[in-house]
């Protein structure tokens, strides 16, 4: 089961798949899109939790 590093919660791949979709829907789309933006970066780090093998 993947962990949430920030608070060591244990989430399933279906809450972290919820989640991942409800970060990408806050997203603004900008034009110039940035490395430092922290939708991006949630969003990329809910994305790995997805992907962990059980």
């Known amino acids: 089961m993947p962990e949430w590093k920030y608070t060591n ?3 399933t791949k279906e809450e972290a798949q919820k989640s ?3 970060v990408k829907s806050a997203c603004f789309r900008c034009e110039t899109h ?3 933006c922290p ?3 949630t969003a990329g780090e809910i994305k ?3 992907e962990v093998k059980t």
């Open 9 to 11: 919660k244990k989430v």
């Open 48 to 50: 790995t939790m997805t």
């Open 34 to 36: 940035s490395n430092d």
């Open 20 to 22: 991942l979709a409800a």
């Open 39 to 41: 939708i991006s970066k």
